[in-house]
């Protein structure tokens, strides 16, 4: 792994994390870290200087392997503590903000920034991610101080103006979207931010901030997003998103706490645009599409499929967070969207019964359609996959039984 940190104004982290076991059907998962690429974009375009630091991923391949091949307890996967702290004395940032996207890193990422903190108390420390959004009263009783900036929902809007707050000694309580220390060492909640509601306005991904061949090689090894459906000649990929979001409303999921309810879309120039981006500067031929529900607009999404189609260059996708079912019941749609390099797809489906569907889970989805796709799947060879959940409040050992008999049948 490339050396990408020098002195900078802002430093971005993703933090080393613990994982309690490591083997191949349940093993870390690699890839770029995309919301740290975002905000340093975002920033960039405004003429700051940005390093991002990517602990989790600092260990070589051989590394990984002996992890792998040795590991029987609790293992800080990533850079030491101790080498975090050399790297943000390289960078000599204002600004330091630290990455958490899950709830079960809350104390992991407190301990870091309590540690930069002691080792460096005139830096600003943010923290963000979707877990600040989903997680905020147990981030708050947990930093004890040493988080200077909670960052809620999308950020970068919000980093850039807390960059400007730094360099201009504006007021903290004027910037939406965060959780801030006050004098007292207080915090306090400003005001929602709004949405960025044309996502097309955002630059590309700073992809230069990062030694992308260290991820290709991590990905041939084995260490990918998604373990199960490590496919042949997807190492040259990308996670990727199209739109942020999501317009339905199922109760179990958290989306709408930190991009908001509806759904926000690339448009299909803005998405190809991206995709010949990405392959000339970096020969990048797999996008492993991570929206959140990626064909709610149908019409958009076959238009997208078709100018797929016409890329100068062969790619492969997946989209392994899960598309609508019911709204790809038509054999000839499927057939373009295998020919258009479709790796897999995945439903969800979430219950295989349709009262539970519509009262309980509120997706409303036509479980009658989704088998009318499993069967075109079948038909056209195009490896299928959903997600189901068993026991929801109130479902019946009868309708658990529908769940796990209409599984078979897909």
């Known amino acids: 792994m490339r050396d990408m940190v020098h002195e900078c104004e802002v430093l971005l982290i993703r933090p080393s994390l613990f994982h309690d076991t490591f083997t191949m059907d349940d093993a870390i998962r690699i890839d770029i870290p995309l ?49 975090v702290l050399e790297k943000i004395k390289i960078a000599n940032p204002r600004l330091i903000g630290i990455t958490c ?42 930093s004890e101080n040493s988080v200077d900036i909670f960052c809620k929902g999308e950020g970068e809007s919000t980093i850039v103006r807390i960059i400007e707050f730094i360099k201009d000694s504006k ?3 004027e910037i939406p979207g965060i959780i801030y220390r006050d004098n007292q060492n207080r915090y306090i909640e400003s005001k929602p931010a709004e949405k960025i509601e044309d996502i097309d306005l955002l630059p590309f991904p700073a992809y230069d901030r990062v030694d992308m061949e260290h991820y290709f090689a991590l990905r041939e090894s084995g260490f990918v997003s998604r373990h199960t459906y490590n496919y042949a000649n997807i190492h040259r990929g990308v996670v990727f998103i199209t739109s942020r979001g999501c317009p ?21 120039e803005y998405i190809i645009e991206h995709m010949k981006y990405l392959n000339k500067n970096y020969g990048i031929t797999h996008f492993h599409i991570e929206d959140d529900n990626l064909n709610a607009n149908i019409k958009r999404f076959e ?67 989704v088998k009318k796709t499993a069967e075109f799947c079948k038909k056209i060879k195009i490896d299928l996959h959903a997600f189901y959940i068993i026991g929801f409040v109130g479902e019946t050992l009868k309708q658990i039984e529908n769940t796990i008999n209409f599984a078979k049948f897909m």
Request: glycine share 6%.
């Open 101 to 142: 996207m899950f709830n079960k890193n809350v104390k992991e990422v407190i301990k870091i920034s309590k540690l930069i903190k002691q080792h460096f108390p005139d830096k600003i420390i943010v923290v963000g991610g979707a877990a600040v959004t989903s997680f905020q009263e147990e981030f708050m009783a947990q």
């Open 35 to 83: 919301g740290l690429l975002y905000l340093a974009a975002a920033l960039m375009k405004n003429d700051y200087k940005v390093c991002i630091y990517d602990s989790y991923t600092d260990l070589n391949i051989k590394d990984l392997e002996r992890i792998y091949k040795n590991f029987n307890g609790p293992y800080l996967i990533g850079s030491s503590y101790e080498t």
């Open 303 to 369: 238009n997208l499929i078709d100018n797929i189609l016409q890329l100068p260059f062969k790619v492969t996708w997946d989209a392994s967070n899960g598309v609508r079912g019911d709204l790809l019941a038509d054999e000839s749609l499927l057939r373009k969207i295998k020919k258009s390099g479709c790796n897999y797809l995945k439903i969800a489906v979430e219950s295989g019964d349709q009262e539970v569907v519509n009262r309980v889970v509120k997706k409303n989805i036509n479980l009658e359609k």
């Open 248 to 268: 339905y409303k199922c109760v179990f999921c958290g989306n709408h706490l930190h991009m908001g309810r509806g759904i926000r879309h690339h448009s299909v």
């Open 171 to 173: 007021k903290l309580s």
